[in-house]
């Protein structure tokens, strides 16, 4: 049972054909009774939370909004499925971090938010293992599905297609849904990260231009007018997830970008 309906979500269900979608108009996540209904309904042998508030920059603006559907709706949850026996998987976000330098972060590293999204999915990890210790929590980051283009290289693509690119100084890991879909249908108890490997916004702006054979100008900028903050690093280290899951990872960026690109 997957709660939530986008990118992700859709992802899981290709990988699985039992597996079943509940959209928000037929479950509030931060409805207990909702939750209960729909888990007493469908039976499911794993529930995994893919509803989220993904919106970074427009949380700066609906901070109550964005807390009570990424903190207080896992919590629920989460609190659901330990009385009901369920296993339960929640989908959380590199953003919980905003280092800087290169170092990519592990399990244990220290969180340190710079926006409100991220604020929001780090209590929302606490809520649910406050109220479920046998949680699987998978971290994952930059989100594109390689099947239909979908996801970050995308709106990459439509920046440039429009004009000459602005980018921030943030090093991430790009992570094909795909991987990521595997990843929840087999992620056991505890904390993960999972994504691919790292990639700069400068250079995945290089790349795309020179897919599609044009010519624009990349502007490094420290802040964009009306975006949120931006960690500099976010860069996940998934060794863990690996060792303990048959040593199942996530494509490299470099092979997701040119499938995106065909």
Same mark, same amino acid.
């Given at each position: 049972?997957?709660?939530?309906?986008?990118?992700?979500?859709?992802?899981?269900?290709?990988?699985?054909?039992?597996?079943?979608?509940?959209?928000?108009?037929?479950?509030?996540?931060?409805?207990?009774?909702?939750?209960?209904?729909?888990?007493?309904?469908?039976?499911?042998?794993?529930?995994?939370?893919?509803?989220?508030?993904?919106?970074?920059?427009?949380?700066?603006?609906?901070?109550?909004?964005?807390?009570?559907?990424?903190?207080?709706?896992? +919590?629920?949850?989460?609190?659901?499925?330990?009385?009901?026996?369920?296993?339960?998987?929640?989908?959380?976000?590199?953003?919980?971090?905003?280092?800087?330098?290169?170092?990519?972060?592990?399990?244990?590293?220290?969180?340190?938010?710079?926006?409100?999204?991220?604020?929001?999915?780090?209590?929302?990890?606490?809520?649910?293992?406050?109220?479920?210790?046998?949680?699987?929590?998978?971290?994952?980051?930059?989100?594109?599905?390689?099947?239909?283009?979908?996801?970050?290289?995308?709106?990459?693509?439509?920046?440039?297609?429009?004009?000459?690119?602005?980018?921030?100084?943030?090093?991430?890991?790009?992570?094909?849904?795909?991987?990521?879909?595997?990843?929840?249908?087999?992620?056991?108890?505890?904390?993960?990260?999972?994504?691919?490997?790292?990639?700069?916004?400068? +250079?995945?702006?290089?790349?795309?231009?020179?897919?599609?054979?044009? +010519?624009?100008?990349?502007?490094?900028?420290?802040?964009?007018?009306?975006?949120?903050?931006?960690?500099?690093?976010?860069?996940?280290?998934?060794?863990?997830?690996?060792?303990?899951?048959?040593?199942?990872?996530?494509?490299?960026?470099?092979?997701?970008?040119?499938?995106?690109?065909?």
């Amino acid at each position: 049972l997957v709660f939530g309906t986008g990118l992700l979500a859709r992802a899981i269900q290709s990988a699985h054909s039992a597996v079943h979608l509940v959209p928000h108009k037929e479950c509030d996540i931060r409805n207990a009774s909702d939750v209960a209904y729909q888990i007493d309904h469908h039976k499911p042998d794993r529930v995994i939370n893919a509803a989220a508030y993904t919106g970074v920059d427009l949380a700066e603006r609906q901070q109550a909004l964005c807390f009570s559907i990424n903190a207080e709706g896992p +919590e629920i949850i989460a609190k659901v499925c330990r009385h009901k026996a369920v296993p339960l998987v929640h989908i959380s976000t590199d953003y919980v971090f905003g280092g800087l330098g290169f170092a990519p972060f592990i399990e244990s590293s220290t969180p340190g938010p710079v926006n409100i999204y991220g604020w929001s999915k780090l209590h929302g990890e606490a809520f649910a293992r406050g109220e479920n210790s046998d949680v699987s929590i998978l971290r994952v980051a930059g989100l594109y599905s390689a099947t239909t283009g979908e996801g970050i290289f995308q709106r990459s693509v439509e920046l440039a297609r429009r004009g000459n690119i602005a980018v921030v100084p943030h090093t991430f890991c790009p992570t094909a849904v795909e991987d990521v879909a595997r990843a929840a249908l087999i992620s056991k108890p505890g904390l993960w990260h999972f994504a691919g490997t790292p990639a700069s916004r400068m +250079e995945i702006a290089r790349r795309i231009v020179s897919s599609l054979g044009i +010519e624009r100008t990349i502007m490094l900028v420290h802040t964009l007018p009306g975006l949120a903050p931006r960690p500099e690093n976010s860069i996940l280290n998934s060794a863990a997830f690996a060792l303990s899951h048959s040593m199942f990872v996530a494509r490299p960026f470099e092979e997701g970008i040119t499938q995106v690109m065909r």
